[in-house]
């Protein structure tokens, strides 16, 4: 079966434009996850989805970034008024459900380059 | 608050010999999960084995094995017969607090192992 896809895998943008980045989480999987991993901050979390909602948006950067989801399925990161620091790679995450074990399958992520 | 520590940022290892990479974890948890992930320069996040933290026995996965010290809050990742494809980026990582319910992944810096052949 297919994994994670993301797309684009590649953006490159001005500072100042918005951006939208996907991801098509593995076909059932009702956790959803964002995170960015920069050269200086390593890998960190973002925002999580359990089916639609949000719980947990808690590693958001800044009111500039928001995601959401739609039909348990696809989502979408949406990075407004881009910063150079910004520039990262962005990874999407899915896994089955919230059990005690929980493996989160990645997908390959999206290299944003903001100039 | 919960923190992965990997205090080695780069290691060789010879081609068939085995290797350990060294992590330890901070958490007032006590149910939590350990995990470890391999990220070569395709860039891709592959999972590779987990040890929840009331196994008894340390977790096995073909070539993986995580040697669990629980009372030492370690969870070192030992793979045995290197190979040349293992070179990559190897991040340990911990599932978050069991309180706030998101199971978001917390991880260390990782380290870049190399394999000489």
């Known amino acids: 079966g297919a994994g994670v896809s993301q797309s684009p895998s590649n953006k490159v943008t001005e500072k100042g434009k918005d951006v939208e980045l996907r991801c098509d989480p593995i076909s059932g999987h009702t956790a959803l996850y964002w995170y960015r991993q920069s050269l200086g901050q390593g890998l960190e979390f973002l925002i999580y989805?359990?089916?639609?909602?949000?719980?947990?948006k808690s590693g958001l950067p800044s009111d500039r970034f928001s995601a959401e989801r739609t039909g348990g399925s696809v989502s979408t990161l949406t990075i407004q008024r881009t910063q150079q620091e910004d520039s990262a790679v962005y990874l999407c995450a899915s896994s089955l459900g919230l059990g005690s074990y929980n493996e989160q399958f990645f997908g390959p992520g999206t290299r944003l380059t903001v100039l | 608050a919960q923190k992965i520590t990997q205090t080695q940022p780069g290691m060789f290892v010879q081609e068939k010999e085995a290797v350990t990479l060294d992590c330890t974890y901070d958490?007032?948890?006590?149910?939590?999960?350990l995990f470890w992930y391999k990220q070569p320069s395709s860039g891709e996040m592959i999972f590779l084995i987990y040890?929840?933290?009331?196994?008894?026995q340390n977790a096995t996965e073909g070539r993986y094995s995580l040697n669990f010290q629980k009372a030492r809050k370690s969870a070192n990742l030992v793979i045995s017969a290197s190979q040349l494809g293992d070179s990559a980026m190897y991040f340990c990582?911990?599932?978050?607090?069991?309180?706030?319910?998101?199971?978001?992944?917390?991880f260390g810096s990782g380290t870049r192992l190399l394999v000489r052949p």
């Open positions: 040890q929840g933290s009331y196994d008894e």
């Open positions: 989805f359990q089916g639609n909602s949000a719980p947990d």
């Open positions: 990582a911990m599932r978050g607090s069991f309180w706030d319910s998101s199971y978001k992944l917390i």
């Open positions: 958490t007032s948890d006590q149910s939590y999960g």
